[in-house]
T-cell receptor, first 116, second 116 residues
Framework: GESVGLHLPTLSVQEGDNSIINCAYS??????FIWYKQESGKGPQFIID?????DKRQGQRVTVLLNKTVKHLSLQIAATQPGDSAVYFC???????????????FGQGTILTVHP | GAVVSQHPSRVICKSGTSVKIECRSL??????MFWYRQFPKQSLMLMAT?????????EQGVEKDKFLINHASLTLSTLTVTSAHPEDSSFYIC????????????FGPGTRLTVT
């Protein structure tokens, strides 16, 4: 089946640096992508999303880039803070209708550690 | 807004017993709820999709007779792990989607199940 994967399982940065977390997806039919942050023992927290008709979207300190040509998604975090330390997952939605609508496929996750 | 709760947050049970986990959308009606399982240091794996008033749709490899899902109202879905075994120990996370025509879904805080 289709899957979403990540290039780097861990990322360590210094406080104040910019962080880039990458994700590769394989389902060319996916039309919606989301980045989640998960802290230990908690559920995923929405960070930012992007639809397939866009290639960039910015939020507060975060930017998501989508390259459909190479099926690559990235999350950029500006001025990374210790509170950003968590596991980051990308997820894709490829359901076009019926029982598949809204189903998310999660990538493997990247552990981000921010050192003060 | 868009708060999803789970109860209990953690539960320990003996092998062979059944455990019920509740997922509630507190401030919106959830047409669809999703149940995920997450093993330590792994990603979220979708178990089943639950639509209010109808039978749940299970992912391949998930035993529907072992993981009973009931979505009796637009704000409550329950997952019952029947005849639990130590290998069922995991972090169970639900999410709730407010409508048919939206990709948005909101995650609960998760339930840590330990089977002894």
């Amino acid at each position: 089946g289709e899957s979403v994967g990540l290039h780097l399982p861990t990322l360590s940065v210094q406080e104040g640096d910019n962080s880039i977390i990458n994700c590769a997806y394989s389902n060319s039919a996916s039309d919606y992508f989301i980045w989640y942050k998960q802290e230990s023992g908690k559920g995923p927290q929405f960070i930012i999303d992007i639809r397939s008709n866009m290639d960039k979207r910015q939020g507060q300190r975060v930017t998501v880039l989508l390259n459909k040509t190479v099926k690559h998604l990235s999350l950029q975090i500006a001025a990374t803070q210790p509170g950003d330390s968590a596991v980051y997952f990308c997820a894709e939605n490829s359901g076009a209708g019926g029982t598949s609508y809204g189903k998310l496929t999660f990538g493997q996750g990247t552990i981000l550690t921010v050192h003060p | 807004g868009a708060v999803v709760s789970q109860h209990p947050s953690r539960v320990i049970c003996k092998s062979g017993t059944s455990v019920k986990i509740e997922c509630r959308s507190l401030d919106f009606q959830a047409t669809t709820m999703f149940w995920y399982r997450q093993f330590p240091k792994q990603s979220l794996m979708l178990m089943a999709t639950s639509n209010e008033g109808s039978k749940a749709t299970y992912e391949q490899g998930v035993e529907k007779d072992k993981f009973l899902i009931n979505h009796a109202s637009l704000t409550l879905s329950t997952l019952t792990v029947t005849s639990a075994h130590p290998e069922d120990s995991s972090f169970y996370i639900c999410s709730a989607a407010p409508g048919h025509l939206t990709y948005e879904q909101y995650f609960g805080p998760g339930t840590r199940l330990t089977v002894t």
